[in-house]
């Protein structure tokens, strides 16, 4: 039955375009007693040179186990060569888990509105790639190298909560042994993300990170930075950035990144300089 179902899934995500290099493997089921998952899909592109797994939590309601949000990971196959997931990779695996839910459950269900987790282990991510994940509520980010968080990557986080502040992403991790690059609109604008904790295993990258939230401090990005543990507050460093985006944006900003009338005294910055009143 369980490879029944495999196989069904795979044909199906072929017919509907998916192309020969996208495989899906068995459905493994676990026990239900005594495992923290009881169901794995695993899939992989050779292509794009990435392998990964959905894997389904067990949750009780009413004293019956049934599958409850997923996590999903991705990987390298081969890690000497780049990885990437792609936006045509990604409706593959959708249509995938439609057809494997609605054998299993009777109804199709979106990836994008059962997935929490979400752990990315060196492979490339493309632009809007999980902006309707608004269940979202860790991310992991193993980079051994640099990594890019592309545009618009978590825009729509939390469209679905009620009230604004009862945000349910809370933890990005970003374990990166080169540079980061971090595109625009990462984030919802203008929704508060407060909750959300960024924590970092360099200073090169929590800086990026606190730079980040000083330019866009307007959007309410009023989330923290941790780096090893502690908090960053490295506003010697906000100047470099900050007056970046100040040339570009004709803003101005204090000591502190936040952003301030051109009128302001102290120390500001403006049109990409430092400026004592």
Known sequence: MKKYLALLVALVA?????KADFVVGDITILPEEGEPYYLEVAFSDASNNFKGKLIGKTVEDDGKKHI????????????????????????????????????MAGRELLIEDNTDIIEIDNVALCKSIFTKYNEIEKVTLNYDGDCAIPRSMFNQINMNTEPFHNVKFYDLTCNIGGNITIGEHVFPGGWYVGNLIIYCNNENVAKKWNDYKAVNSESNYNYKVYLNGVEYNETSAVGEVTAEGAKLAGKCYNAAGQQVSADSKGLTIQAGKKVIK
């Open 68 to 103: 409850g949000k997923m996590t999903l990971q991705l990987s390298r196959i081969d890690n000497s060569q780049p990885a990437q997931f792609t936006e045509f990779d990604k409706n593959c695996l959708e249509s995938t888990f439609k057809t494997m839910t609605k054998q």
């Open 14 to 18: 072929i017919a509907m375009g998916a």
